[in-house]
């Protein structure tokens, strides 16, 4: 298997940090390594286990980022470390427990298959949502339709953290130039990569009760209908 890094921005997530991590070791891949994005915001162990689990593990790579203005440019300087570290494949997932490491498999066979990106799909057969709010399963659920009106794609899921990339599409994206910096990250990549190789595989996606502002959700519709502008901006160059 080419080596295919797993970028996980990681903020107080002490309770799960070394479960998670743990298995994905576990799986049968000896060339899956993870590469953990903390930044300042995350103010409990969460380091400290990440620092102990290299120890254990050389799979396992903390990248801190300083400059760090929020998740979405965590996942983003991770994707840059992992390409410089010469990653054929790279696999985006959460930390915290919400996506489940036996569903990483999935995205390694499409990859394998020759598919450019692989999403994550909570709505398609054998996708699953457990312990979340039903607001938050209408906003998700709402967000892709939307979506899919508005910026003409056809995904089951629009706003899935869960994805899977071959290493050419990410090298060929100007990642300084993405608009999002929080929820509509998902769907701005989603949307840019709609004219590539691309297929859903199911995830079971394991909530929790935490909130979205209002502000947040006004931004995110602000900044769909901005994203076509933008397109131009982001691909260096075709595939």
Same mark, same amino acid.
């Given at each position: 298997?080419?080596?295919?890094?797993?970028?996980?921005?990681?903020?107080?997530?002490?309770?799960?940090?070394?479960?998670?991590?743990?298995?994905?070791?576990?799986?049968?891949?000896?060339?899956?390594?993870?590469?953990?994005?903390? &930044?300042?915001?995350?103010?409990? #162990?969460? +380091?400290? /286990?990440? *620092?102990?689990? $290299? @120890?254990?593990?050389?799979?396992?790579?903390?990248?801190?980022?300083?400059?760090?203005?929020?998740?979405?440019?965590?996942?983003?300087?991770?994707?840059?470390?992992?390409?410089?570290?010469?990653?054929?494949?790279?696999?985006?997932? &959460?930390?915290?427990?919400?996506? #489940?490491? +036996?569903? /990483?498999? *999935?995205?390694? $066979? @499409?990859?394998?298959?020759?598919?450019?990106?692989?999403?994550?799909?909570?709505?398609?057969?054998?996708?699953?949502?457990?312990?979340?709010?039903?607001?938050?399963?209408?906003?998700?659920?709402?967000?892709?339709?939307?979506?899919?009106?508005?910026?003409?794609?056809?995904?089951?899921?629009?706003?899935?953290?869960?994805?899977?990339?071959?290493?050419?599409?990410?090298?060929?994206?100007?990642?300084?130039?993405?608009?999002?910096?929080?929820?509509?990250?998902?769907?701005?990549?989603?949307?840019?990569?709609?004219?590539?190789?691309?297929?859903?595989?199911?995830?079971?996606?394991?909530?929790?009760?935490?909130?979205?502002?209002?502000?947040?959700?006004?931004?995110?519709?602000?900044?769909?209908?901005?994203?076509?502008?933008?397109?131009?901006?982001?691909?260096?160059?075709?595939?």
């Amino acid at each position: 298997m080419e080596k295919t890094v797993i970028v996980m921005p990681v903020a107080n997530e002490e309770a799960t940090m070394e479960s998670v991590l743990t298995k994905i070791m576990e799986l049968p891949y000896d060339n899956l390594y993870v590469y953990p994005v903390i &930044d300042f915001f995350s103010k409990d #162990r969460t +380091e400290e /286990i990440i *620092r102990n689990m $290299e @120890k254990k593990y050389d799979r396992i790579k903390l990248i801190f980022h300083a400059q760090s203005k929020g998740v979405i440019t965590c996942y983003l300087y991770g994707f840059k470390m992992a390409l410089s570290d010469g990653a054929g494949r790279i696999i985006e997932m &959460d930390g915290g427990g919400s996506h #489940r490491p +036996e569903d /990483i498999h *999935r995205f390694i $066979e @499409k990859l394998d298959e020759g598919y450019d990106c692989v999403w994550g799909s909570r709505f398609i057969e054998g996708g699953d949502i457990k312990s979340h709010p039903l607001y938050r399963r209408i906003l998700s659920s709402g967000g892709t339709v939307l979506s899919n009106l508005v910026l003409g794609t056809r995904l089951k899921d629009m706003t899935s953290g869960f994805e899977g990339f071959k290493r050419e599409v990410l090298e060929a994206m100007d990642l300084d130039a993405f608009l999002s910096r929080g929820h509509m990250y998902q769907t701005e990549m989603r949307f840019y990569c709609r004219k590539l190789n691309t297929v859903e595989v199911p995830i079971t996606y394991v909530g929790s009760k935490s909130s979205i502002k209002l502000k947040s959700v006004t931004e995110a519709l602000k900044l769909l209908f901005m994203l076509k502008n933008n397109e131009k901006n982001v691909w260096k160059r075709e595939l």
